[in-house]
């Protein structure tokens, strides 16, 4: 079945950084899409970054562009998401996701990953 497991969150104070890992397993990446989601406390989830496997194409939501990278390691079938200048308001429980179909969109992420607690300080 398919499955992914996120890592790497943690306690940082503000402009700290910290890398998430997703392990990702039951697929390939070749023609799918991994997303990174976060819900903070009283928020919807929202989108902060995405990856095609095919191409390697990404995508950032405005407020992490120029302090999140988003990369991946096909061979190994994991994503990361290297989180640099950390704001108290990324705080949130962080999630990846995978679009089976290689679609960006949020209702084509299928399969969700049990989430990594990340809490900047300030």
């Known amino acids: 079945e398919v499955q992914l497991v996120e890592s790497g969150g943690g306690l940082v104070q503000a402009g700290g950084s910290l890398r998430l890992s997703c392990a990702a397993s039951g697929f390939t990446f070749d023609d799918y899409a991994i997303g990174w989601f976060r819900q903070a406390p009283g928020k919807e989830r929202e989108g902060v970054s995405c990856?095609?496997?095919?191409?390697?194409?990404?995508d950032y939501e405005d407020s992490v562009k120029g302090r999140f990278t988003i990369s991946s390691d096909n061979a190994k079938n994991t994503v990361y998401l290297q989180m640099t200048s950390l704001k108290p308001e990324d705080t949130a429980v962080y999630y990846c996701?995978?679009?089976?179909?290689?679609?960006?969109?949020?209702?084509?992420?299928?399969?969700w990953g049990q989430g990594t607690q990340v809490t900047v300080t300030s």
């Open positions: 996701a995978v679009s089976l179909n290689g679609g960006w969109g949020y209702e084509e992420y299928e399969y």
């Open positions: 990856i095609s496997s095919s191409d390697g194409s990404t």
